[in-house]
């Protein structure tokens, strides 16, 4: 199995501060398609995962633009440009190449 | 409107079984994968299984492989997951999802808890 590793694995910030997380890949999640199969999701407290990023950068239905994603290979990142207090909860990368793995979970608190 | 409910959860005994389902609406089940994610308490997400569209493939996370079962029954709309040789480590909030393409899981149901315990 793709092995998916989080960094960091808490975040304390300050509301309308920017937050960064990074997720790197056991292998590239580079298709032979072209298209590369990372995907960022959100579990907020108390309710189910929700997508927010699909293939690295594209924002799900809904979701707001200060949330980006980008990186290719093996390498990712997800940027929050200002983080609001209805972002709290924990934040997943997630590989689709193979049997779905997620990464360890970064959570995202409000200073 | 897309709805998954999950149903099935209970208590059980370290050694028995259990099947899960998941009834979803709202759209044409027979056209997309499907997936089961657990999430034991106090941990992250894990995707357990995931079969395709018409039911003719299935993948299981490495640990699972050989006691659990994930099939499905197109029209009744209806996903599944058979557990078997329960252990206390498969204790958790068991959700369907559905698989737009290559692990974009859109939609998520509420999830159903499955406690194994003596």
């Known amino acids: 199995d793709i092995v998916m ?21 056991s292998q590239s999640l580079l298709y032979s398609d072209g298209r590369t199969y990372l995907h960022w999701y959100l579990q907020k407290p108390g309710q189910s995962p929700q997508l927010l990023i699909y293939e690295v950068s594209s924002r799900f239905s809904g979701v707001p633009d200060r949330f980006s994603g980008s990186g290719s290979g093996t390498d990712f990142t997800l940027k929050i440009s200002r983080v609001e207090a209805e ?22 608190e409000i200073k | 409107e897309v709805q998954l409910v999950e149903s099935g959860g209970d208590l059980v005994q370290p050694g028995g079984s259990l099947k899960l389902s998941c009834e979803a609406s709202g759209f044409i089940f027979s056209s997309f994968w499907m997936a089961w994610v657990r999430q034991a308490p106090g941990r992250g997400l894990e995707c357990v299984a995931l079969i395709s569209s018409d039911g003719s493939d299935k993948y299981y996370v490495d640990s699972m492989k050989g006691r659990f079962t994930i099939s499905r029954d197109n029209a009744k709309n209806s996903l599944y997951l058979q557990m078997n040789s329960l252990k206390a480590e498969d204790t958790a909030v068991y959700y369907c999802a559905r698989d737009l393409r290559w692990g974009m899981f859109d939609f998520w149901g509420q999830g159903t808890p499955v406690t194994v315990s003596s």
């Open chain 1, 87 to 108: 972002d709290v909860g924990i934040y997943y990368c997630m590989q689709g190449l193979a049997v779905r793995t997620f990464g360890q979970g970064t959570k995202v």
């Open chain 1, 5 to 25: 590793t989080q960094t960091p694995l808490s975040l304390s910030v300050t509301p309308g501060q920017p937050a960064s997380i990074s997720c790197k890949s």
